[in-house]
Structures are given as structure tokens and as C-alpha cells.
């Protein structure tokens, strides 16, 4: 089945450790997300990735970093300089063919970082 | 630039009622917009689509119209039930790179 998997589920982190979120897909796909989510409100856009070895910078890319070296691996780096990370990581993708301007984006489950 | 407003919720209804959930844009040029759901601890799902003014789009009993003179995408159903209880997002595309998000409205059915 084709998707896009995170892992792990959940994850506990100690403050002033980093952590990386795993995020692969299968889809083929060229565009790669990473957004945030806290309790009771919407999406905020960390990093996105149009292409291989390339990546830009979202609305709230501090404290944060990725890395793009494979078309289906975008991992996410939350760093210690991240001052309030406990919130709910979502990941998505998106085929961006040159035949369709808008395309929409496929999430895969999220994973929730608690910083203890 | 471009913005997203849907409706604030939480919004809770009895099984059966029918639904609306306002979602205003305002975007340059001719967006892409999508209504995506959320259940409990889980990524969005993409619900629907419309691509361009006058289409409806529609899946599982919900639809919603791109109506470019008022600058909205409503997302209606006739009758809802215990199941559609979830976060519905509102959102926008005006460029093959980004999407743009609405908040978000909690939606609850009572059975």
C-alpha cells in the first residue's frame, strides 16, 4: 500500500536533548511537509522540501532543522534551541506534477513529542 | 496575502441535523481550496476538493461549492451522524508549493 509512515507514535524527549521524527513515503511523490500542530488549533508550516537536497524555510522554522538526501526520507530535527517543542508533528507529501498547479497534500499519522 | 477564515467551534449537533461550516478565503488568482478532516489523534484526510469557480465538490455525504463571487467554500451535509464527528479544515492552494490552513472546527454529533 502506498502512504507516508511516521515514526514513532509517540515520543518523550528530556529538555535540552534533540530529537529526530522519522517521516518516508511511497508515493513518488517531489514535495515534502513538515507542520505543526498544538492543542485546539490548525497547521503551522515548519519546513518544506520541493526537491532532493533542497529545502525551504516555513513560518516557523526556528529551533528546528531537515534534511532532504533521499526523494522518499524527510527527517525533522527538533533541536534544543526549540523552546517550547511539545506538540503534535504531522508530515505530508504532494505530487506537484507540472499538469496540476494545486496540488493537495496526503499526511501521514503525526507523531506526538512530549518534552519532559 | 493569502488567508484562510472558517468557522470557530466547537460546533455540536444532534444525529441527523444537518451540517454547515463556514469557510471565507482570500487569495490572488484562482486558488485550489479542500476541506480536510482530522479524527481523534490521527494525520488529515483529504475530504474534498474544487479547483475552480462553480465546481463542487462532494464525498461521503459532504459537499461544498467554490463560489468566487463570495470568496467561499461552506461545507454542507444533510445528515450527519456519530462518525462525522472529527476537525474539519478549511484550506487553500495558490501555488504548486503550499497550502494554507484554516484553523479548524471541532464538529461533535450527539447520538
Known amino acids: 500500500d502506498g502512504g507516508i509512515t511516521q515514526s514513532p507514535k509517540y515520543l518523550f524527549r528530556k529538555e535540552g536533548q534533540n530529537v529526530t521524527l522519522s517521516c518516508e513515503q511511497n508515493l513518488n511523490h517531489d514535495a515534502m511537509y513538515w507542520y505543526r500542530q498544538d492543542p485546539g488549533q490548525g497547521l503551522r508550516l515548519i519546513y518544506y522540501s520541493q526537491i532532493v537536497n533542497d529545502f525551504q524555510k516555513g513560518d516557523i522554522a526556528e529551533g528546528y532543522s531537515v534534511s532532504r538526501e533521499k526523494k522518499e526520507s524527510f527527517p525533522l530535527t527538533v533541536t534544543s534551541a526549540q523552546k517550547n517543542p511539545t506538540a503534535f508533528y504531522l508530515c505530508?507529501?504532494?505530487?506537484?506534477?507540472?499538469?496540476?498547479?494545486?496540488?493537495?497534500?496526503?499526511f501521514g499519522p503525526g507523531t506526538r513529542l512530549t518534552v519532559l | 496575502g493569502n488567508s484562510v477564515t472558517q468557522m470557530e467551534g466547537p460546533v455540536t449537533l444532534s444525529e441527523e441535523a444537518f451540517l454547515t461550516i463556514n469557510c471565507t478565503y482570500t487569495?490572488?488568482?484562482?486558488?485550489?481550496l479542500f476541506w480536510y478532516v482530522q479524527y481523534p489523534g490521527e494525520g488529515l484526510q483529504l475530504l474534498l476538493k474544487?479547483?475552480?469557480?462553480?465546481d463542487k465538490g462532494s464525498n461521503k455525504g459532504f459537499e461544498a461549492t467554490y463560489r468566487k463571487e463570495t470568496t467561499s467554500f461552506h461545507l454542507e451535509k444533510g445528515s450527519v451522524q456519530v462518525s462525522d464527528s472529527a476537525v474539519y479544515f478549511c484550506?487553500?492552494?495558490?501555488?504548486?508549493?503550499?497550502?494554507?490552513f484554516g484553523s479548524g472546527t471541532r464538529l461533535s454529533i450527539r447520538p
Open positions: 487569495a490572488t488568482g484562482y486558488p485550489s
Open positions: 474544487a479547483t475552480k469557480a462553480d
Open positions: 484550506a487553500l492552494s495558490s501555488s504548486a508549493s503550499k497550502i494554507i
Open positions: 505530508a507529501s504532494s505530487p506537484q506534477t507540472v499538469l496540476s498547479s494545486y496540488n493537495e497534500q496526503f
